[in-house]
């Protein structure tokens, strides 16, 4: 080794990571883990592994089920307002409730951080909205990783990575071969645009010379920069309960593809979905999209949830206790359709006078 007095001698900060303000971070956080403490987990952080134990979760024959998403360029947004405190909902969000759609429980959950320079306190208030994510899911953040890649990321970028493992009891999950034709689809309400579709937000925004800023033009109590942030709604509880209770045979979480791509993944090729778009009420938020973007009907349904975080198919006589025990939970429920056999090799979802009704 060069021991050499007269040359400057590097460490690991000189090149842009502080290994200081790493472990300071993990010091705050680990009050916010502990907080998502639950049955199985013991949250604690620090280890290399983190361990789960299904059997004292209460499970018998369980499979496991697992999903990993992001948030997507709506991380932008939230960095050019310096709103960092919901991001961390819309991450555990957008991998929770594609867990419950196959009727599994959410168990814990591990992030993934990546800054080009990391700041305690901005880094602190993302992962506390992943530990209020995990609270509002019922699963324990039980481990993560904080990436400092000074060079990979512009001053003040970052980048989230969710993962999460779900189970449920081999004989509850939910598949598509338990849809009739005459099955009834309820659509739960989304709590705004959650977590897609923010690439043509963003441009709409840029091209149009806008700002988070001003008023939102839909709704002047609110910013428009708050109302596109608004945190992605976890369904978990409420869909869990209505399944456990058998009143729920399929769930489809409307994320990327809106409408027209998410429905059919939960289908036998059998099967049509047939919506009633006039059966609930296009937000303003995305009245306001189509409008200032021009945005053709077809589109719009493509590529945002318009109004329905959820699509949930019920059988007919169940409709009704499906309907009130979901409102009981706190969701806003419509009756947006049916299930009917499939002609030939016809579209899966079927919007009945889309276009008229919403011509932009």
């Not at 003040?156 to 449920?168: E, H, I, M, N, S």
Request: proline share 4%; aromatic share 6%; charged share 20%.
């Amino acid at each position: 080794m060069n021991n050499d007095s007269s040359k400057k001698s590097y460490s690991y900060k000189d090149a842009g990571v502080d290994i200081d303000a790493g472990n300071s971070l993990v010091d705050a956080i680990k009050p916010l883990a502990a907080a998502t403490k639950r049955l199985g987990a013991n949250a604690d952080l620090g280890g290399f592994g983190a361990i789960f134990d299904p059997k004292a979760a209460g499970f018998k024959d369980p499979l496991l089920v697992s999903a990993t998403d992001g948030v997507g360029t709506k991380l932008k947004v939230a960095i050019d307002m310096g709103r960092h405190d919901t991001v961390g909902i819309d991450l555990v969000a957008m991998c929770v409730n594609d867990l419950v759609v196959q009727g599994a429980e959410p168990l814990f959950f591990l992030d993934y951080f990546a800054t080009g320079g990391l700041e305690v306190s901005a880094a602190r208030t993302i992962i506390s909205g992943i530990a209020e994510g995990c609270k509002q899911a019922g699963c324990a953040l039980i481990g993560g990783e904080t990436a400092e890649m000074p060079g990979m990321y512009a001053a003040g970028d970052y980048d989230l990575a969710g993962f999460t493992v779900g189970a449920v009891e081999r004989d509850q999950l939910l598949q598509a071969d338990q849809l009739n034709d005459g099955d009834v689809l309820l659509g739960l309400a989304s709590s705004g645009v959650h977590s897609n579709g923010f690439s043509l937000i963003r441009k709409l925004v840029s091209d149009f010379n806008l700002n988070y800023s001003d008023k939102a033009p839909f709704d002047s109590q609110q910013s428009l920069g708050d109302a596109l942030i608004a945190p992605t709604r976890i369904y978990v509880k409420s869909c869990l309960q209505a399944i456990r209770a058998g009143h729920i045979k399929a769930l489809s979480h409307i994320t990327g593809g809106g409408l027209f791509e998410n429905i059919p993944r939960i289908l036998p090729e059998t099967l049509v979905a047939e919506l009633d778009v006039t059966s609930w009420p296009l937000p303003p938020l995305f009245n306001w999209l189509a409008d200032v973007g021009n945005i053709a009907p077809r589109e719009l349904a493509t590529t945002f949830n318009c109004g329905l975080g959820m699509v949930v198919a019920v059988s007919p006589e169940n409709e009704k206790l499906a309907i009130d025990m979901l409102t009981n939970a706190g969701e806003t429920v419509y009756s947006v359709g049916r299930l009917r056999n499939r002609i030939g090799n016809e579209e899966q979802v079927n919007i009945n006078e889309l276009e008229m009704a919403w011509q932009s």
